[in-house]
């Protein structure tokens, strides 16, 4: 009898410091096997294509660890792409044809620093909501049932704008709803 207590107190003492072991490791809600598996296409930038110069002799001299002609520029690539000047993209200020825009996207006011404010709320709440001992312990996944207080009813939303008039798109059925 001495012997079986004494092992279950040295199991739940192994579980128990394994679970603790990840405390201060940015907790991860989302337990998928299947994305830690396989490259990250995400990691892959295409550049783009290589081009002769005009010249060679004026060619500028390489600049180590410099931009190259072929390197990505996302944020000038969508200015151009959206109909913007990419000379001001990249210096980083607003061009005089969009100062009305920005002002009115402003006109309720923003707050500088939510992004990081938001990111340090949610590492909270994920440290508080990771999952019990044994759910850690066994890899299970608790994202949505940590964030299920969260979630938005789409049906009773739709019916909401619905009922206040706002034309909304077509959308299948309630899951069980029959027809």
Known sequence: MRSVSVRTFAVLLVAGSLAACGQNAEPQLMSSPAAKQGPDEFGILPSKPLQEPESY???PPPTP?????TDASPIADAAVALGGNPASASQGRIPSADQRLVRYTDRYGRQDGIRAELAAEDLEFRRNNQGRVLERLFNVNVYFQAYEHMSLDQYAELERFRSLGIRTPAAPPEPGEEE
């Open 65 to 69: 660890f410099g931009r190259n002609r």
């Open 57 to 59: 002799s004026e060619l």
